[in-house]
């Protein structure tokens, strides 16, 4: 039986993936919502932890905003790419890369020749998603690895739960982690990261270097500690949110 986290604490800095982790995986990339209810929950645990709670998602800054709005978090969009310190400041603004545009265009032909198949263009990464078409994943992934090979060594492409994404290589989570962990409120503090898919492995491996927690969500991925699925991971944040800070009590 895997284990459950250990025991939350005030000390932590806290790293969440979204999709998959907080919220439960839509049938597109489109669907996914946040209740009121989670908006609190973040804010609430953002507040115990004394800022020190970032996300790390695939997802750009710009619709993790809309997602939680009005929450701002200190958050990693496209898998590192780009970076919101807590501070405010932003690290690899949000364009839409021209350089892709062969890529593009390859990656519409095939949404629209593979029912099903559905193409994410997140300006500077390109996701397609095989959800809804499981039967082409073998055929999807020939064809992304051969469009990315056209790219040049700059890119290449990142697996993720059903679908794949051509990125800028040199960026991961984990990079992402690391320059979070180097600088306030996150300094100082234990990393916890937790996350369900492929993309996390590399926020786990760094948080466990440096002495801290690694929590999978699902049965995707191994980490140090388990949780069964979103709702489980929102009912252990709920735990957080009721730690009692003895120094402002």
């Avoid at 986290?5 to 005030?10: D, E, M």
């Avoid at 892709?100 to 390859?106: E, S, V, Y």
């Avoid at 519409?108 to 020749?113: E, L, R």
Wanted: with cysteine.
């Amino acid at each position: 039986m895997m284990q459950a986290p250990p025991t939350p604490s005030l000390t932590w800095g806290l790293f969440l993936d979204v999709d998959g982790t907080l919220i439960e995986l839509a049938e597109t990339p489109f669907d996914t919502r946040a209740g009121d209810d989670l908006k609190a929950l973040l804010s609430e645990v953002c507040l115990r932890l004394g800022g020190a709670l970032a996300l790390v998602s695939g997802r750009s800054i710009e619709y993790l905003d809309a997602l939680f709005a009005p929450l701002r978090l200190p958050s990693a969009g496209l898998h590192g790419v780009e970076r919101r310190k807590a501070s405010g400041e932003m690290h690899g603004a949000s364009f839409k890369d021209t350089q892709l545009d062969r890529a593009r265009t390859a990656l519409t032909d095939i949404v629209q020749t593979h029912p099903g198949t559905l193409l994410e263009d997140k300006g500077r990464t390109l996701a397609i998603h095989f959800r809804m078409a499981p039967q082409f994943e073998s055929e999807i992934r020939e064809a992304v690895q051969a469009i990315a090979a056209t790219l040049g060594t700059n890119y290449h492409v990142q697996s993720g739960s059903m679908m794949l994404e051509i990125k800028p290589r040199g960026f991961n989570k984990g990079a992402a982690v690391k320059a979070f962990v180097q600088e306030a409120p996150f300094s100082g503090r234990t990393p916890v990261y937790v996350g369900d898919d492929l993309t996390d492995l590399d926020g786990f491996r760094v948080v466990e270097s440096a002495g801290g927690v690694s929590v999978a969500v699902g049965d995707r991925v191994q980490a140090q500690y388990h949780l069964d699925d979103p709702e489980a991971v929102r009912a252990w944040l709920k735990t957080i949110a009721a730690l009692i800070d003895s120094h402002r009590e």
